[in-house]
């Protein structure tokens, strides 16, 4: 069974700049959410996409946006790099649970380190 | 109110001990609650789940949960050095949104 994968490890870009990250999820897990951690801090919810459409957005603005694939492996993409948006961005995939319970199991992929400069 | 708040520490314990790890969260209905550990330069790493009122155990790990009082807490027993890391405590919000934890730094001393 192969785990969440992201790309890349690290990523250097100036401000004003856009990046695109990448994630492959787990085998078996339809639903991918993305993170940002900033040093010290625990994850923040920037979004989640199941059947390729967005399913629940955190309090980020517009310039970061997503897309998932059918193979339901996704991208983050952030455009007017701000120098405030440096951190680890975390992928995390799921099953979507069946009991209709709220909340379901996580896993994550090793992050990407984005520096802005 | 923050939705998950922890005790950020630094909380240190010696080899052998029973380390305490504690979270509050503040949506009346959530449903399930999960921890996390998080080694240095690392991503989270999924250790427990629970779901109803009462305790958990896998192994050394044991998770604790209080809806009343709207609770969780991780203890682990037997404390190694190799459990030093930042626990993360994750409860899901409306809108498919999950919370996290500032997280609590863990050292174990040998």
């Known amino acids: 069974e192969t785990g969440v994968t992201q790309s890349p490890t690290h990523l250097i870009k100036t401000r004003g700049q856009q990046v695109t990250l990448r994630c492959s999820s787990q085998?078996?897990?339809?639903?991918v959410s993305w993170y940002q951690q900033a040093l010290g801090q625990g994850p923040q919810f920037i979004f989640q996409?199941?059947?390729?459409?967005?399913?629940g957005r955190g309090n980020f603005p517009p310039r970061f946006s997503g897309l998932q694939f059918p193979n339901y492996s996704s991208e983050l993409n952030v455009n007017a790099l701000e120098l405030d948006d440096s951190a680890l961005y975390l992928c995390?995939?799921?099953?979507?649970?069946?009991?209709?319970?709220?909340?379901?199991?996580?896993?994550f992929g090793p992050g990407t380190r984005l520096t802005v400069t | 109110q923050k939705e998950v708040e922890q005790n950020s520490g630094p909380l240190s314990v010696p080899e052998g001990a029973i380390a305490s790890l504690n979270c509050t969260y503040s949506?009346?209905?959530?449903?399930?609650f999960f921890w996390y550990r998080q080694y240095s330069g690392k991503s989270p790493e999924l250790i427990m789940s629970?779901?109803?009122?009462g305790d958990k155990e896998d192994g050394r790990f044991t998770a604790q949960l209080n809806k009343a009082s709207q609770y969780v807490s991780l203890l682990i027993r037997d404390s190694q050095p190799s459990d030093s890391a930042t626990y993360l405590c994750?409860?899901?919000?409306?809108?498919?949104?999950?919370?996290f934890g500032t997280g609590t730094s863990l050292t174990v001393i040998p």
């Open positions: 949506d009346r209905v959530s449903q399930s």
């Open positions: 995390a995939s799921s099953p979507i649970p069946t009991s209709g319970r709220r909340g379901y199991e996580q896993y």
């Open positions: 996409y199941y059947r390729e459409e967005e399913n």
């Open positions: 085998s078996g897990h339809n639903t």
């Open positions: 994750a409860v899901p919000g409306t809108g498919n949104q999950f919370y």
């Open positions: 629970i779901y109803s009122n």
